[in-house]
């Protein structure tokens, strides 16, 4: 039936004569080769090809290649209309400073600017320096690598973790890198030579994730042991370990006063800690499932959030906290009072990552759909999804001055992404 099909099209398709005798060839030498002798005697016969004079071998193949073409050629035609959404979703929104003016509206746009190659298992966690044009990436193919984000170049690899590098970290001025993996340790690596200049013990199982405090004197780390750890980055030594959590601590972060630590767990809780005494003060339920990952509002942020929800009296000291879950949906806190503020419907899949815009108009996540979607945190809506990968989204980061986004997926890819 399928020769009879191909036979059908062939007639059909406006060819020239060499191709027709190429197209008959190809049927009768791919039922040679399949043994239906019977069938390519009748096939000859109907369009002329003589079996006595007819070369099998050379014509056996080429029905595959011509049908492995054409499935290549359909995959490369729906690429094009994704690039050609993509493209008029660009006219609508012109990547332009000028045309929407004010930065704290500004949010990725596609194509991405670069695609950097060059881990060799998925990617886990993405980082912008403050001050410099480089972002770093950690890998669960255990190394991290440093990349200039403007020139989408790959600079430099940094070796000594033993297994998955699970998360990395600047601290405030980017003279200091921290990351942490599944060999159960946190390093910390001077960002200028490139050397691991400590490395930091305690935990009894994968550490998850790691941050540095703004006063870059204190490194947050948080673990599948159930823990959360305090270690002083001078001595390495760990000053506090904060338990609660009943299973695995996904994330961990300060509040920007670093009064207050903020983590979330696979127990499907996020938790909010007095960091002077290690007191549980919210067990924040909402979700349905893993809490994958939370990010804290940074105080440029906090006054157009708090214009978002709440018209009359708001909290004096407000910290605003969103995370991330595997029920598809990202909730946004205010951690001081535990007040559940909304939550954001919207991705088909685990949601794996959140940052905040700088200016606090919208928040960006990333999701195993292997696509950003842009929140307007006025409506509470999506505002924009961007297929961001062809796999899983794992991580997504945002440059402190707006201007670009970064994304890390299964796909071994590191996207960078200009905000306008």
């Given at each position: 039936?399928?020769?009879?099909?191909v036979?059908?099209?062939v007639?059909?398709?406006?060819?020239?004569?060499?191709?027709?005798?190429?197209a008959?060839?190809?049927?009768?030498?791919?039922?040679v080769?399949?043994?239906?002798?019977?069938?390519?005697s009748?096939?000859?016969?109907?369009?002329?090809?003589?079996?006595?004079?007819?070369?099998?071998?050379?014509?056996?193949?080429l029905?595959?290649?011509?049908?492995?073409?054409?499935?290549?050629l359909?995959?490369?035609?729906?690429?094009?209309?994704?690039?050609?959404?993509d493209?008029?979703?660009?006219?609508?929104?012109p990547?332009?400073?000028?045309?929407?003016?004010?930065?704290?509206?500004?949010s990725?746009?596609?194509?991405?600017?670069?695609e950097?190659s060059?881990?060799?298992s998925?990617?886990?966690s993405?980082?912008?320096?403050?001050?410099?044009?480089q972002?770093?990436t950690?890998?669960?193919?255990?190394?991290?690598?440093?990349?200039?984000?403007?020139?989408?170049e790959f600079e430099?690899?940094?070796?000594?973790?033993?297994?998955?590098?699970?998360d990395?970290?600047?601290?405030?001025?980017?003279?200091?890198?921290?990351?942490?993996s599944?060999?159960?340790?946190?390093?910390?690596?001077n960002?200028?030579?490139?050397?691991?200049?400590?490395?930091?013990q305690g935990?009894?199982?994968?550490?998850?994730?790691?941050?540095?405090?703004?006063?870059?004197?204190?490194?947050?780390?948080?673990?599948?042991?159930?823990?959360?750890r305090v270690f002083?980055?001078?001595?390495?030594?760990?000053?506090?370990?904060i338990?609660g959590?009943?299973?695995?601590?996904?994330r961990?972060?300060?509040?920007?006063?670093?009064?207050?630590?903020?983590?979330?767990?696979?127990?499907?809780?996020?938790?909010?800690w007095?960091?002077?005494?290690?007191?549980?003060?919210?067990v924040l339920?909402?979700?349905?499932?893993?809490?994958?990952?939370?990010?804290?509002?940074?105080?440029?942020?906090?006054?157009?959030?708090?214009?978002?929800?709440y018209?009359?009296?708001?909290?004096?000291?407000?910290?605003?906290?969103?995370?991330?879950?595997?029920?598809?949906?990202?909730?946004?806190w205010?951690?001081?009072?535990g007040?559940?503020?909304?939550?954001?419907?919207?991705?088909?899949?685990?949601v794996?990552?959140?940052v905040?815009n700088?200016?606090?108009?919208s928040?960006?996540?990333?999701?195993?759909?292997?696509?950003?979607v842009?929140?307007?945190?006025?409506?509470?809506?999506?505002?924009?999804?961007?297929?961001?990968?062809k796999?899983?989204?794992?991580?997504?980061?945002?440059h402190?001055?707006?201007?670009?986004?970064?994304t890390?997926?299964v796909?071994?890819?590191?996207?960078?992404?200009?905000?306008?």
């Amino acid at each position: 039936s399928t020769v009879v099909v191909v036979l059908v099209v062939v007639g059909i398709m406006v060819l020239s004569p060499k191709q027709k005798e190429e197209a008959h060839a190809a049927i009768v030498g791919f039922l040679v080769a399949e043994g239906h002798t019977e069938a390519a005697s009748v096939v000859a016969n109907a369009v002329g090809v003589d079996l006595e004079t007819f070369d099998a071998e050379k014509f056996k193949p080429l029905l595959e290649k011509k049908l492995t073409s054409v499935v290549r050629l359909q995959k490369k035609v729906l690429q094009l209309e994704e690039q050609l959404k993509d493209a008029a979703e660009q006219i609508a929104h012109p990547i332009s400073a000028k045309a929407t003016g004010d930065p704290a509206d500004w949010s990725p746009h596609s194509p991405p600017r670069h695609e950097c190659s060059g881990h060799r298992s998925p990617i886990t966690s993405v980082a912008f320096h403050p001050s410099f044009t480089q972002v770093v990436t950690g890998s669960e193919d255990a190394t991290i690598k440093l990349w200039d984000y403007e020139r989408g170049e790959f600079e430099k690899t940094l070796k000594g973790h033993t297994k998955a590098v699970n998360d990395v970290s600047f601290n405030v001025d980017g003279t200091l890198i921290a990351s942490c993996s599944s060999d159960m340790t946190v390093k910390v690596w001077n960002s200028s030579s490139y050397t691991c200049v400590k490395t930091l013990q305690g935990h009894e199982h994968t550490v998850s994730s790691v941050v540095f405090d703004d006063s870059g004197e204190l490194l947050l780390s948080a673990s599948r042991d159930k823990s959360v750890r305090v270690f002083q980055v001078a001595t390495g030594i760990c000053s506090q370990i904060i338990t609660g959590h009943s299973d695995w601590v996904r994330r961990a972060v300060f509040s920007p006063d670093g009064k207050l630590v903020i983590s979330c767990s696979s127990d499907k809780t996020v938790r909010v800690w007095d960091m002077k005494h290690g007191d549980c003060k919210h067990v924040l339920s909402g979700h349905e499932h893993v809490v994958e990952s939370l990010a804290v509002a940074p105080l440029s942020a906090i006054e157009r959030i708090t214009s978002s929800f709440y018209s009359d009296s708001s909290p004096a000291s407000a910290v605003f906290c969103a995370s991330v879950s595997r029920d598809k949906t990202a909730i946004i806190w205010e951690a001081e009072s535990g007040q559940k503020l909304c939550q954001l419907v919207g991705h088909d899949n685990w949601v794996r990552g959140v940052v905040w815009n700088p200016l606090g108009k919208s928040l960006y996540t990333c999701s195993d759909d292997k696509s950003i979607v842009v929140w307007d945190l006025s409506t509470k809506r999506k505002k924009r999804a961007i297929k961001a990968h062809k796999h899983f989204v794992s991580c997504i980061a945002v440059h402190p001055k707006c201007h670009f986004v970064a994304t890390g997926s299964v796909d071994l890819k590191l996207n960078i992404w200009e905000c306008a």
